[in-house]
Structures are given as C-alpha cells and as structure tokens.
C-alpha cells in the first residue's frame, strides 16, 4: 500500500505538484493482495490471507489498488522557479517563509513546516514516513516520538524510516520512488541480509566446533569409547547442519536468479552477471544452476559482435582506423594500444599522458596515415606504417582533451597551469593547430575539459563548454570561429558532458548529466531537438559518417542509436556492464565501436546485429500446438483441422505440410496431431485409428476400435496407449476410455467426467498414467495415478473443491505436478505420496506444466499470461517472463477458461526453450551447455 502510494506520489512530483497533506485519510485503498500457502505475514501485510486453497468458501484475490487523493491544498512549482532544475527533482516551493504552518495536518508535518519554511517534495515524503510507520504500529493516530525506533522490529524499516524522519530535509530520501523501490525489494534485502548473518554463523559454528574438536582429542587418551560415541553423535549433527546448509542455498539461489532478471529487466548486465557468476561451482561444490541461469547467462552476453578485453586499467577512449585494421585504445593507465584486429592481439604500446581521468585523446587522420594521439608532453602526430612521431607539439595541459577536424588538418586542446578550479577559465587557453602551416591560433579565457570539446570537418569552428557538474558553476555552450577570432553563445548549460559534431557540419550534439541529448543547428545556434536518451551521465557521443545516425552511451550501461534530427531509436544494444566512455563509427558506418569501464572494447553491428532469443511471426491462422520430438520444428494447424505446418526452429522456415485424409475412403471422423510424440490420428467412421509418422511421412497398421464417436486426447510417448472421450449426450461430459493400440482393445473406463475440469499425462516411462476425476456428488476433485502394466489403480493423491487442469510428471517419472482452478502449483512425490510443496502460483489459474529436462526446474502459465520458473527442490519461484505462455499439446476449444489447456512444451530437449506471447510471436531462446559454458567463462571471463 505504501509502495503505490509514494509511486503516486512521486508522479506528483515529476509533475510539479507537492501535496503538503500526506495522511491516511487521504489514501483511498481498494482489493486485497495474492496469498501464498505458508508464506509468514511480513511487518507490511499482517492482514494477509492464509486461507487453504482447498476452502471452497476462500474469495479470490483481487489487486490492491492505492488512490492518493486531496491535493486541495498542493503546491504547483511555477516555470520560474523550474528554470534549469529537471521536474523529477525540484526541492523547492513558490511560498514564502511561515506559508506551511496555515495548511496540512500537524501530526504528519515535516519539522521544517513546524519551523514555518517552505513545503517541499522530502516534506511529503516525511509525511509518508509517518503514515507507514502508523501503519506497521497498527494505530493511525500514534504520533512519532523519540523512541519510536523501539516499536519497529524490522531493522531495514528502521533505516527506511530515519531516512523519513530526518531532521535535515537533505538526508531524506530524494525521491518517492527510492521509498517505493526500497519497499518493493524488502524481500530481496532481507535476503541479503539474512545471506551475511548465515555466513557469520556458519564461520563461527565451524569456529566452535573445531575447538570441540581439539578438546575431545585431547580427552580421547583415557576415554576410546566414549569418544566413539561422541564421534557419532557428532557425524550425526554434522549430517544435519550440512543438510540446512544445502536448503539455505538453495533458498538464496532462488533469490539471486529472481534479483538477477530483474537486474536484466533494468538493463544491468553488470550486477545481473556478477550475481550468476556466484554460482559457478568450485572444487566440490554441487552445482545449482538449471536452465533459468542458463537463459539469464545467455541474456547477459548482450549484442556485441566481438569483444577485446583491455589490460589493465578501464579504456577510456578509442579510435578505429578508416580501413579497419586497426583499433587504437587508452586508459586510465595512460597507455596507448595498437590492436591489431585481425589477429586480435596488442601490436604497439606508447606511453601517453594526461591526468588521470576519462577523455578525447585519439584520432586518426581520413586517409589513414596518421594517428593523433595525447603523449606525455603534449600533442603527437605518429606515421601508421611505422607508428614513429613526425610532429609535436608541447605545453598541452593535462587535464586537456585533444580533437581532430574530420579533413585531419586542425587539432585543438587547451593550455595553462594547475588544476582546474572554480576560478576558471582565468589562466587558460583554447588552442588549435594548423598541422599545415604550424599555424596556432588562440582564444584566451577558455577551456574544456573531458569529452566537451568538438570540431567541425574544416576545422573553422570550435564547440566547447566549461561546464562540469562535479565542481558545480553555470557555463554556456560555445562556438569558437577559429579564422574570425570571435565566439558565439548557444545556451546556458551547467551539466554538460559532452559535445560531437556531425560531418556535414550542420549539427551539433551535447549530452548531458541528467540523460539529455540536445541537436543545436550549427549555423543559427538555436537548438533544434532535446529529449532524454538515458539514465544519467552521457559521456560518449558519435554521428554516423552520413549524418543520419547518432550513437550515444553513458553510465546505465547501454547504448542507444537514434536516427538524426528525431527522438526514432533505431537500435538499443546491450552487453556493457558499467558506464560507457567513447564511441567511434567504422568509416562505412556499419560498426559501432565502444568502450567501457568494464575493461572492454566491443564491436557492434548497427545494421542487423544479434540477439540471443529469435522472435518468428507465423500466419495468423496458424495456431501452435507443441514442439516435434527432435526440437527442430514447431508444429502448428490451421482453421483446416486436418493440416499442419512444421516451422524450422529459430528460423520459422516453413520446412512442410501435413494433411491427414484417406484417398480411397471418406473423411475422417475425428483427426488428431500429436507433435511430441511426431504422429497424427485419424478415426475413420467404422472406428478405425489410423496413425501417420510426421517425420518419415508414412502409415502404420490401422486399429480397429469399433468407436466412431471416441476423440483421442492423450498419447503415451511410446504410441501405446491412447486417452479419450467417448462422448454423452450432456454437454461437456463424457466418458473417460483408455485404450491399448498394440492390441486394439479397450483397456479400462473411468466413468462419466466433466471434459472441461480434466487434465491428464502418461509418465515418461510409458509404465503410469495420472488423471484428475471430479466427483459431481461429493464436490470434490482427486487425481488419479494408474498402472498401466497391471491395468489397476495404483494410489491416490489428494482432494481439492478446485478443478485440476493440468499435469506433468518429471523426467524420472518420481514427481508429479499438478494444477488447476484454485491458482495453487502442487508437487507430490510419487514414492511416498507426500506433497512437497503448494504454493500459489497464477490468478486466476494453472493451465500447463513443464519439467526442465535436468528435472531442476518447473515451469508454468497460466490465466496471468506469465511463465514462471520453479525451484523444483524448495518450490521458490526464481524467474518470470511476462506476456508468454506455453504452446499446448492440445489446441484450444473455446470454453470458458480456455487457458486451461493440460500439458505443454517449453523445452526442445535441453538445447532450446520456446514460447508465445500475447501478440502471437514465438520466441526462441537458445540455451548453451554448462559445458560451453565453463568452458568460455574459462577462457574468455564473465559473459
């Protein structure tokens, strides 16, 4: 509740309202949230549900909904007083001094209010601060005192409410959505927390027993027997401890892949990585991962073509040669690198020179010939046959970027003394060198430092700015005409970082500290375009050889390629895992190199790139029914029920047809395709099963079953025993028939069922069936798990008021999943008929199971439209893709609930998983070995 709350609030502030009266009475609250059987009600929901799923009478979770409501008496922060400050984080108020005492309610006032200044955005979020800690008290008029930390046991609520509650507005939380966010992820940073404190534990457990240990030793002289016993005893406990140890990591394994995709969902391959990386296996450890760290893996190798790792210290700037042979790097280490990219090794090192900082400090000349570089006394101009200095020049300052005109003829940097300062740019020079004539001209009073310098393609003009944000001051964007001697004035800028001209020399573009691009038209000085393009800084900016590209990268981690001139993002890579300094066009416009912080130079293709999942879009007709048995082909049919298509996995090449019909005989009565068992059914109208090979596209011996009306539904994978219906004359009811095909006969039937409350799977071993029966006197659904050798019924497993629509057994056939109507995933051991865990998994409910191959992992959908993945050994979710489902085995027949649709294929044996999502696409998501796996992390590092 709080969570939506400051969310709603924190869109009041990005909008330029503060509320000044944040209280509970003005927070609407509507719904109830999930349950989840065994959950423990946390310090933020005391009131949650732990009604059994098996109550008929339990009423089904709605989605709490928070309304924040009465902005009568809000404050709107005027244009004025926003000049120059981003809306997402304006502080200040249009009131004057003792305006915030005559309005809001005095229990929930900031002390700053009470003191009569001005309201601001941290006076609402004090207000909030109060309400949630009144809520976790359970008494909406307790005021805070001074011991109010004495009443919250939470240790991480506490440390979220002093941020609230201090006294200095500035040590508040920044912003509504950090309080929403550090609620939203309480779960994960309990986790965390809960992590440390095992490890302490199990340190000084060890601690502890190693001194029993030494005692015991010591003792065991005159006491054999008894130290036997001992022995034991402790063995014994050694056991036990080693098994909570085992659970305990598998609990914060679940936890670590959750955090990870969401880490991915933001964009941050970094963390996401380094949390996989932790489950690597060292020597003896057991390995944990299954394919939902493979996936994830997989997702954190981004779209890069080819990447370099550099030694060293981070690159921090780079320039590719026109003909591609060469790519020329520095660092902070001051080194600078000649690759050689086809052999993908370091040819040349020179020393370079600088601070130590990231900055503009390489080029190379049109033809090729010479690379400019930033050396340890100055500017020099090196040869590349030879890489030998033919010109320098001194006096460059240390700090100074250098940049070349794009006809290689002018470098300019600037001189002077000392650091930079807040008394700059007294004592500095902008210079630029006519390589030519050995020509320098002069502009006094003027600096850039970084990545904020930029010239044109003649080398006339100069774009620099002063502005640093670190040392805080308020500087223009300036143009220098370098023949005139004059400057000119674009705007008033202060969080600059970096400039790039294009190479018609018609734009000029500036990143931003808070995420801002702005395109300023060169000639008229007037800016033409702004609009965000990332999440704070932006160091690395590049247009396109044609002008019609720009490239911009910074500290969230991506890089992003729009088209020139709009805010059209043509292209989103993904694969840094920190901030990304430089980038540099190939001369043909179609690679994009980068470098980051990571210690990588990475190469992309900005014309069709790659990506680790393939999305197909097949016919509209075409309605996906499961994957055939080999995983090269997925099988779909058509509004004809008697065709189906194979589509070439992850290509969708249409690769066959399959039609099932007699030549010499009628119709078939009822036609059936069965993909993961690569067959079809046909019945004729004497009740003949006709069965056809999808793969070898012959026919093997009709059946005679003597059953026109029977519809097939299950097929064992061994194509022996066939599941059906033979229906009633009552609508959606029917009789459960099983029949044996190698001998064409009836084996068993199990009475009248609901078609549409029915779910049913044959073990992998062909040796057991299980099948879900609703009792229509007693109201009550069982599942059933029959012997298909001995034709008897083997066992039972538990009853439920809820239809069970779905089930899978494992791939050793030991478990067996189960799930239905009451939103609840069940999963029973078959060898002791214990349920292992049942948790809530969709609303409005289950409606297909699969089993990873390595039988690690489960996977459902359901009414949701979500896949979540399930650690199999503790029933933790750890992955949620969302908008997807799973193709079913049986095609949809229009009920109501038609999500329900039994089993599924996800998986293409343990190579590749695929899915739909809502608009129709089918995704395909390639998943590497562990094998390949450790083998490139072996070689090559992180992904």
């Known amino acids: 509740m709080v969570i939506q709350a400051a969310e709603a609030l924190q869109a009041a502030h990005d909008a330029g309202v503060i509320h000044r009266d944040v209280k509970p009475g003005n927070i609407l609250v509507s719904g109830q949230g999930p349950v989840v059987r065994g959950e423990q009600p946390s310090a933020l929901n005391e009131q949650r549900s732990t009604t059994s799923p098996d109550s008929s009478l339990a009423p089904r979770p709605s989605p709490l909904s928070v309304k924040l409501t009465d902005f009568g008496i809000g404050q709107v922060v005027s244009a004025e007083a926003l000049a120059g400050i981003t809306k997402a984080g304006f502080t200040e108020t249009l009131l004057g001094e003792g305006s915030s005492l005559k309005t809001g309610t005095q229990l929930y006032m900031a002390p700053e209010l009470l003191a009569g200044k001005p309201a601001s955005a941290r006076s609402d979020i004090y207000s909030l601060g109060v309400v949630l800690y009144q809520l976790l008290m359970g008494d909406l008029t307790r005021p805070v005192t001074t011991d109010w930390a004495d009443g919250v046991s939470d240790p991480l609520l506490r440390d979220d409410l002093k941020r609230c509650f201090a006294g200095n507005p500035q040590e508040r939380f920044a912003g509504a959505a950090q309080l929403a966010q550090n ?352 999440r704070g800084f932006i160091y690395g900016l590049a247009f396109s050889p044609d002008g019609q590209r720009l490239a911009t990268g910074g500290s969230d981690q991506l890089i992003r390629v729009w088209q020139t001139g709009t805010t059209n993002s043509l292209r989103t890579l993904r694969g840094h895992r920190t901030e990304v300094y430089r980038l540099a066009f190939s001369s043909d416009g179609h690679t994009l190199v980068s470098v980051s912080g990571d210690g990588t130079a990475k190469f992309w293709d900005v014309q069709l790139g790659q990506a680790p999942t393939a999305a197909l879009r097949l016919p509209a007709d075409a309605t996906p029914i499961g994957l055939l048995p080999d995983g090269r082909a997925l099988l779909t049919v058509g509004t004809n029920a008697g065709v189906a298509q194979a589509w070439r996995l992850p290509d969708g090449h249409l690769l066959r047809s399959y039609s099932m019909g007699q030549a010499d005989g009628p119709p078939f009565e009822t036609i059936r395709f069965f993909p993961r068992q690569g067959c079809a059914l046909g019945i004729s109208s004497d009740g003949t099963v006709h069965v056809r090979d999808l793969a070898r596209g012959t026919d093997g011996e009709p059946v005679s079953l003597g059953d026109s009306s029977f519809r097939p539904d299950r097929l064992s994978h061994d194509r022996r025993w066939l599941l059906g219906w033979a ?41 057991r069936l299980a099948f879900s029966r609703f009792d229509i006197d007693q109201a009550k659904q069982t599942v059933v798990l029959w012997d298909l050798t001995r034709n008897r019924l083997r066992q039972t497993l538990g009853e439920s008021r809820w239809p069970v629509g779905a089930l899978a057994f494992s791939s050793d056939a030991g478990l067996l999943a189960a799930g239905g109507w009451d939103c609840y995933l069940h999963l029973s051991e078959l060898a002791t008929g214990k349920l292992r865990f049942a948790v809530q998994a969709h609303v409005p409910g289950v409606g297909r199971l699969a089993f990873s191959p390595d039988g690690r992992t489960l996977v459902t959908s359901g009414g949701d439209d979500v896949l979540r993945f399930w650690n199999v050994a503790t029933g933790r979710e750890m992955l949620v893709i969302q908008d997807a489902w799973m193709p079913s085995g049986r095609r949809e027949s229009g009920y109501a609930n038609s999500h329900l649709a039994g089993q599924a294929s996800l998986f293409t044996s343990d190579r590749r998983m695929v899915w739909q999502d809502l608009e129709g696409i089918i995704h395909v998501a390639d998943l590497p070995t562990l094998h390949e796996i450790d083998t490139h992390h072996g070689a090559a590092g992180a992904p």
């Open 183 to 534: 609620l939203r992820d309480l779960a994960s940073r309990h986790a965390e927390v809960a992590r440390q404190h095992a490890a302490k534990a199990e340190r000084d457990r060890l601690r502890r027993q190693a001194e029993q240990r030494r005692r015991i030793v010591i003792a065991a002289a005159g006491l054999a027997g008894l130290f036997m016993v001992v022995a034991v005893a402790l063995a014994y406990g050694l056991r036990q401890a080693e098994q909570a140890r085992q659970v305990q990591r598998l609990h914060t394994y679940a936890s670590d892949i959750k955090a990870a995709h969401a880490e991915l969902q933001r964009d941050n391959l970094g963390l996401a990585a380094r949390l996989l990386e932790c489950y690597l296996p060292g020597e003896g450890d057991e390995d944990l991962r299954g394919v939902e760290w493979r996936y994830l893996w997989q997702q954190c190798r981004g779209d890069a073509r080819r990447t370099l790792d550099h030694p060293d210290l981070a690159p921090t700037d780079a320039a590719l040669a026109p003909d591609g042979r060469y790519l020329v790097t520095t660092g902070l280490d001051h080194k600078v690198r000649v690759w050689d990219l086809a052999a993908g090794s370091v040819r040349h090192v020179f020393e370079g020179g600088g601070t130590l900082s990231p900055k503009m400090a390489l080029a190379f000349s049109p033809d090729g010939k010479r690379l400019f570089m930033r050396g340890q006394q100055g500017i020099e101009v090196r040869e590349t046959t030879d890489w030998r200095v033919v010109q320098q020049r001194p006096g460059l300052h240390a700090g100074s970027p250098i940049v070349v005109s794009g006809n290689g003829r002018v470098v300019a940097g600037f001189v002077g003394d000392g650091l930079p300062g807040r008394d700059w740019p007294e004592g500095y020079s902008l210079q630029a060198w006519d390589l030519e004539t050995d020509r320098i001209r002069v502009l006094t009073n003027a600096m850039a430092v970084c990545f904020n310098l930029a010239v044109d393609t003649r080398g006339t003009r100069v774009a620099y700015s002063r502005a640093v944000p670190l040392f805080g001051g308020r500087n223009s964007i300036c143009l220098w005409d370098v023949q005139q001697g004059t400057t000119a004035e674009f705007a008033r800028e202060e969080d600059v970082m970096s400039l790039a001209t294009s190479a018609d020399d018609r734009w000029l573009a500036s990143g931003h500290y808070r995420g801002d691009v702005c395109l300023w038209d060169l000639d008229t000085h007037r800016l033409s375009l702004r609009f965000r393009a990332h």
């Open 727 to 767: 229906p009633d004359d009552r609508p959606g009811i029917g009789r459960l028939v099983l029949y044996d095909l190698r001998q064409a006969r009836r084996v068993a039937g199990f009475g009248f069922l609901f078609q549409f409350a029915y779910g049913a799977a044959f073990s992998p071993d062909c040796r």
